[in-house]
């Protein structure tokens, strides 16, 4: 199993950024994938996940109307894209692939930099 993500950003504030996550060595739509990021500093932070199968969604709350999470089964990856974003967006950013309720394997991370 691999999740493999795109490379390091940089934003100016306001902007949006698009992060990548591609899946392979697994039946893509078997399992959720979910988003995680860590600031500077920080803890993990949960941002929500998506159901490769369906595209169905859950976003967290802190998030809703700045995030969509996205999926193309024919290339097997998932995306999530953040909008307006602010230096306090700074932080690298995982897929994780979510298996009965455990997060048991994880991309290598996308760091993601907001600045002016």
Do not use: H
Request: charged share 20%.
């Amino acid at each position: 199993v691999q999740l493999v993500q795109s490379g390091a950003e940089l934003r100016n504030p306001g902007t949006s950024v698009k992060v990548s996550c591609k899946a392979s060595g697994y039946t893509f739509t078997r399992y959720f994938i979910e988003w995680v990021r860590q600031a500077p500093g920080q803890g993990l932070e949960w941002m929500g996940k998506i159901d490769p199968e369906d595209g169905g969604t859950d976003k967290a709350r802190k998030f809703q109307g700045r995030v969509a999470f996205t999926v193309d089964t024919s290339t097997s990856t998932v995306y999530v894209e953040l909008n307006s974003l602010r230096s306090e967006d700074t932080a690298v950013y995982y897929c994780a692939r979510n298996e009965g309720g455990s997060l048991s394997y994880w991309g290598q991370g996308t760091q993601v930099t907001v600045s002016s």
